[in-house]
């Protein structure tokens, strides 16, 4: 089993940045793909960026890509989102996700994913 805690989401201005980061915890972490999910009030949960174990392959989705950057450190078990020029439309819970079996084919789909952190709070003020 593997858990998931995300931590560095609060406030900030339009044209801002955050990172997030996700620690995991429990089984072998190198080998699972991982993801950064988002889901704003009133809306489903939708893909926001995902890499493979190595590090060396990464998808975004189109409405961040160029502006959020997904990376991992595997020695330490931590996986980040750098976000930098933040829209109001960013405004959502963000959660990371991992999986073993991840591939690029399904790796924006939530069902893909079997180990879900609790979500951090990202909110981008006009």
């Known amino acids: 089993q593997v858990q998931l805690v995300e931590s560095g989401g609060g406030l900030v201005q339009a044209g801002g940045s955050l990172r997030l980061s996700c620690v995991a915890s429990g089984r072998t972490f190198t080998n699972y793909g991982m993801a950064w999910f988002r889901q704003a009030p009133g809306k489903e949960r939708e893909f926001v960026a995902f890499?493979?174990?190595?590090?060396?392959?990464?998808y975004y989705a189109d409405s961040v890509k160029g502006r959020f950057t997904i990376s991992r450190d595997n020695a330490k078990k931590t996986m980040y989102l750098q976000m930098n020029s933040l829209k109001p439309e960013d405004t959502a819970v963000y959660y990371c996700?991992?999986?073993?079996?991840?591939?690029?084919?399904?790796?924006?789909?939530?069902?893909?994913?079997?180990?879900w952190g609790q979500g951090t709070q990202v909110t981008v003020s006009s």
């Open positions: 890499i493979n174990w190595r590090g060396d392959l990464t």
């Open positions: 996700a991992a999986d073993a079996f991840v591939q690029a084919t399904n790796h924006m789909v939530e069902q893909s994913y079997r180990h």
